[in-house]
């Protein structure tokens, strides 16, 4: 995978968003990338607000509220420059966080996008839904949630996949954040209509033999998968599990506590880019690490 040339941090200048920042400087020490940029987006409610709070002219509360988020960023991208080594630059716009967070990505060619899990306003998040969803909703780029307190590289990685081209995208973004982490690739398949041959009475013997071909379906769709690359002389540690997607995800996350899962945005069915895939989103409220969500190419 090509060195990102730009990875934008958007930041709410919360000491939430603290984490985000500087996991995203560490990712752009270790990925080598170009130039690392902290952007803040002004929310338009905020500033009508403020414009009666303070007493002043809109122009004069806009440019006020600028000046203040430029200063903050600059020193904020300073200490994350001098600390990791990395090039560092600022972005401050007005308008709605994740369609300005989205169009500045596109603008720089941005190789990856990083957000808070939480932000300054969780009560208000929770009504207006979060904003970490909605960019995953609006971005063409890759995505990191950030959740956890960056203490050190990542050590364990999740890569759930369905073999769709998003899958590949995300296995290609594990081996290049892993470092010396461990990587597990997991597929959780489910047999075809199961369910409503449970509830026709299939013979039970009838089902597991069902099963147990729709198991080894799974089992040679993940060697092929990974036939590539293992020849390449990358190797994975598997997992194999039977069950509802998100369900065996969440389950699979509790077992190995990972600090990462890495996973595609899209699935194989077209409704999944509708909406922006029902098993990511469970995946991103239900897990507790931080969240790798590609796009495919």
């Not at 122009?59 to 600390?83: C, F, I, P």
């Not at 300054?120 to 909605?134: M, Q, S």
């Not at 040679?220 to 994975?236: I, N, Q, S, V």
């Not at 999944?272 to 239900?286: D, M």
Request: hydrophobic fraction near 45%.
């Amino acid at each position: 995978m090509e060195k990102p040339a730009h990875i934008l941090v958007a930041t709410d200048l919360s000491s939430h968003a603290g984490r985000a920042e500087t996991r995203a400087a560490m990712l752009a020490q270790s990925l080598g990338a170009g130039e690392l940029i902290l952007m803040h987006v002004v929310p338009r409610l905020p500033l009508e607000a403020f414009t009666g709070i303070l007493e002043r002219t809109p122009l004069e509360t806009e440019q006020k509220l600028l000046d203040a988020a430029y200063a903050e960023l600059k020193a904020r991208a300073h200490r994350l420059g001098a600390k990791h080594g990395i090039a560092t630059g600022t972005a401050v716009r007005i308008g709605r966080p994740h369609v300005e967070i989205a169009e500045e990505a596109e603008a720089l060619d941005a190789g990856l996008v990083v957000v808070g899990g939480y932000g300054a306003h969780l009560v208000r998040e929770l009504f207006l839904g979060a904003t970490a969803e909605k960019i995953l909703r609006k971005s063409r780029r890759p995505v990191l949630v950030v959740k956890e307190e960056p203490l050190s590289p990542y050590k364990r990685l999740l890569v759930p996949v369905d073999f769709s081209a998003s899958s590949g995208h995300a296995l290609d973004w594990a081996q290049a954040v892993a470092g010396k982490a461990e990587v597990t690739v997991a597929h959780v398949y489910e047999a075809p209509y199961e369910s409503t041959l449970r509830y026709a009475s299939v013979e039970e013997k009838v089902l597991e033999g069902y099963q147990a071909a729709a198991r080894e379906q799974a089992q040679d769709a993940l060697r092929a998968f990974l036939g590539p690359r293992r020849a390449a002389g990358t190797d994975f540690l598997q997992r194999l599990l039977h069950g509802h997607p998100a369900a065996g995800i969440r389950e699979l996350a509790e077992e190995m506590r990972p600090d990462l899962i890495v996973m595609g945005k899209h699935g194989q069915s077209e409704m999944e880019e509708l909406l922006l895939g029902s098993v990511t989103k469970h995946v991103l409220f239900e897990t507790h690490c931080d969240l790798l969500v590609a796009m495919a190419k």
